[in-house]
């Protein structure tokens, strides 16, 4: 599979600020947070309620670009089986690592990403204009399920639970669709499918508000039309103008290492915290700086794992 530089630094961008904020979450106070870094407000939306929808279209681009090179490789009769045995052990680890330290089960970000790449799994094999019906279906009968109060019970779960990863395997199916599109004369078309989106999503918030806890269809919408325009400005920059920036190392580093990288904030910070009760003791300014600290320890231990030949990504 061709590695894009764009896709692997959309990748690493989108893992450092959601280990970040993480990070500052735990270490500091809801209260010292400033408003403009909050995210799951309700009917507001923020810069960082986009971050777990970046993760779900990464993932999209990834899968399609692994299937492309695959099915052109005559491998059709197993990609199907390779691809939903990766997303369910996706799930699996969300399951084990959120499990500890108080030994229950909850539902995570992982685990919402596994469903997403298996529902992108299952439509695959399907042209784009289908693929995109098939997200406009989703999306409506989803919309028309929020009127019920029974169905908003089944997104209280973070991130929607189960049900509201459904709307997260649009955002994957989208990201199928832009690899489609990378690498060839129609890399415009990334762009423009992502102003469509954005249109149709201004639009119809005048119906469903912008919503990250029950992952509206608007939302949905929204972040993966930002995602596109995004990825299409970085692959502009980065593989067909091939442009050379400070730090673009670290940022494919951990694209490229986002698995690993996820994993490791469990033992460093979570665990420890959750074990000693000693979550959210810092003002905002120290909070952010332990958590620069931390995520500077995930950098290099991903860099010397790196260094033996380990990698593991979504």
Not at 179 to 197: C, P
Request: glycine share 8%.
């Amino acid at each position: 599979m061709k590695r894009y530089k764009s896709v692997d630094i959309f990748r690493g961008l989108s893992v450092i600020l959601f280990l970040l904020f993480n990070f500052v979450y735990s270490f500091t106070g809801d209260h010292e947070v400033p408003f403009i870094l909050k995210h799951n407000q309700g009917n507001i939306l923020l810069p960082l309620d986009f971050i777990a929808a970046f993760f779900a279209f990464v993932l999209g681009v990834s899968l399609g670009l692994s299937y492309f090179k695959r099915a052109g490789g005559g491998e059709k009769g197993l990609v199907y089986l390779h691809y939903l045995k990766r997303y369910g052990l996706l799930i699996l680890i969300g399951l084990v690592l959120d499990f500890f330290p108080d030994f229950t089960l909850k539902w995570g970000v992982l685990q919402s990403l596994g469903i997403a790449g298996i529902i992108a799994t299952l439509i695959l094999k399907l042209s784009n204009p289908i693929k995109l019906i098939v997200v406009g279906i989703v999306l409506v009968i989803y919309s028309f399920c929020l009127q019920n109060p029974s169905f908003l019970d089944l997104l209280s779960i973070t991130h929607g639970g189960p049900v509201g990863a459904i709307l997260y395997g649009t955002i994957s199916i989208v990201g199928v669709v832009a690899a489609s599109f990378l690498g060839s004369k129609n890399n415009w078309k990334i762009l423009g499918l992502g102003i469509v989106l954005f249109v149709l999503s201004l639009l119809s918030s005048h119906m469903i508000p912008f919503n990250k806890l029950l992952v509206t269809p608007t939302y949905s919408l929204i972040s993966a039309a930002v995602a596109l325009i995004i990825l299409y400005f970085l692959l502009v920059l980065f593989d067909i103008k091939k442009i050379k920036i400070r730090g673009q190392e670290p940022l494919i580093l951990f694209g490229r290492n986002s698995l690993l990288a996820w994993i490791l904030q469990y033992p460093l910070v979570f665990y420890p915290l959750a074990i000693l009760s000693k979550f959210q003791i810092f003002e905002f300014l120290i909070g952010f700086g332990v958590s620069i600290f931390f995520l500077a320890i995930v950098y290099l231990i991903i860099w010397k794992l790196n260094e033996m030949k380990i990698s593991v990504s979504f």
